[in-house]
Structure formats: C-alpha cells, structure tokens
C-alpha cells in the first residue's frame, strides 16, 4: 500500500506484516439464547492487516471516547447512572440491541462516519485520505482491532440523526451495540 509518504518510517515498519496466518473462524457459544446458538468469529489475528487495524483503531478510539453516549465500561455506566440522581417517577427504562451490528453497517456510511471524525480532528495527520485507505483495507478482513471504534463512531453519527426523532430521553447510554435509554 503506498502510503504517500504520510507515514514514517518506523511506523511503515510496524505495519508490514511478519509470519502472517489466515484467518481463522470459530463460534462463540450464546448460552443465554435459546438452542444455544453460536456466534460466528473471523479472527484476524496474526492476520496480513491486523497491525493495519490497529493503526487505524488507534486513530478512531479517541474520537469513540468523545462520544456522548459512550460507555467505557460497567464502572462508567454506574458513574453516570449515579450522576442522574433521581429518575422522574414516570420514566421509562429501555434497553434496545442491534442485531448483528457489525455486519448490518453499510461500508459506505461507515466510511463516511469514520472521515467526519477525521476531519474535525485539530492536526491532521496522518491526513484523512490516508486513513481512510488503510480503513477501506481493513474492512475486508473482519474480526479486526478496529471494528468496536469503527461500529461505535458508526453508532454515533447514527445517534445524531435519531436525536430528533426521540423527544427528551433522560439519558441515553450506549456500549457499541446495546443501548440503555431512560
């Protein structure tokens, strides 16, 4: 991939792929479904464009942190849950999943959800275009570093087209595909 020279060389180094592996595929049991069902895993790992991935999810993870409904992780949800101090007596509490979220995200918007970030960075560099190279690379190749920031910048381009369509949630909470809304 020609990096146009936006790309040092230490780091051109990093990304060149060493004793790469192929994908490999495997099902992650869902024991809290009926039947047991199975969820199919590409593991890039050790894959031509994991080190690619990773560039590219360094670059997005920033921008997923600044979203407003991000939630790091169990202990920022029950920050943010205690900060709400009391909930009005007539709220009510929703969870919502997005079945299959990864694979129901159109690349192109996507794409164009990932540039929107990129573009309101303050330093610009590497430049857009060359991320969005790598990124377009990456997502032939599932199962990589960069898919959680990428769902999530996603995610929240998406929520900014709904927050006209949901009159005045008291708070809306959001862990790449599960939301929590009261």
Not at 9 to 24: A, C, F, G, Q, V
Not at 77 to 97: E, F, G, H
Not at 131 to 142: D, I, R, W
Request: a negative charge; one cysteine or more.
């Amino acid at each position: 991939m020609d990096n146009d020279g936006f790309i040092n060389d230490k780091t051109l180094e990093y990304l060149k792929p060493e004793n790469s592996k192929p994908w490999r595929c495997y099902l992650l049991p869902k024991i809290h479904k009926a039947n047991n069902t199975g969820r199919p895993i590409v593991s890039a790992n050790g894959h031509p464009t994991e080190k690619i991935s990773e560039f590219v999810d360094f670059h997005l993870r920033q921008h997923v942190e600044d979203l407003p409904s991000h939630i790091k992780d169990t202990t920022d949800y029950l920050r943010k849950m205690q900060a709400l101090n009391t909930l009005p007596s007539d709220t009510t509490l929703v969870s919502i999943d997005v079945t299959s979220l990864y694979t129901n995200i159109p690349h192109a918007d996507g794409i164009d959800a990932c540039k929107e970030v990129w573009n309101s960075r303050p330093v610009k560099y590497p430049p857009t275009e060359c991320l969005v190279k790598m990124l377009t690379l990456v997502l032939k190749a599932m199962g990589t570093k960069m898919a959680p920031s990428y769902a999530n910048i996603f995610m929240g381009k998406l929520e900014k087209l709904l927050e006209s369509s949901i009159e005045n949630p008291v708070s809306w909470f959001r862990c790449i595909d599960d939301v929590d809304m009261k």
